[in-house]
């Protein structure tokens, strides 16, 4: 079993940064992802990175802002955002994928952390 801990969450302002962190424990899985989910919508797809931190991928709603990454050592995985703009406000959840290398769809994970909520104002 794999158990996630996601942190880092908080309030800044339009243009500003935030670092998403991702503690996990357990087995290493194939894919781990970020989603976010802002009221009344879909759980909607952010960025994947594989087990061996070696391939990413992104939604294009955040290429080019937002960066995944992940320390093999920590079993920890990251979410540099940068430039936020105001509709990047959602809970963001962390995911593995234990079989699916590069999943970008809610059904192909397998585990999900906590939510912690960023807040982007205007």
């Known amino acids: 079993q794999v158990q996630l801990q996601a942190s880092g969450g908080g309030l800044v302002q339009a243009g500003g940064s935030l670092r998403l962190s991702c503690a996990a424990s357990?087995?290493?899985?194939?894919?781990y992802g970020w989603f976010r989910q802002a009221p009344g919508k879909e759980r909607e797809f952010v960025a994947v990175v594989t087990g061996s931190g070696g391939s990413t991928y992104y939604a294009a709603a955040v290429k080019g802002r937002f960066t995944i990454s992940r320390d093999g050592a920590k079993n920890t995985v990251y979410l540099q955002m940068n430039s936020l703009k105001p509709e990047d406000t959602a809970e963001y959840y962390c995911?593995?994928?234990?079989?699916?290398?590069?999943?970008?769809?809610?059904?192909?994970?397998?585990?999900w952390g906590q939510g912690t909520l960023v807040t982007v104002s205007s």
């Open positions: 995911a593995a994928a234990r079989l699916t290398w590069g999943a970008t769809t809610r059904s192909a994970y397998d585990y």
């Open positions: 357990g087995h290493t899985c194939s894919s």
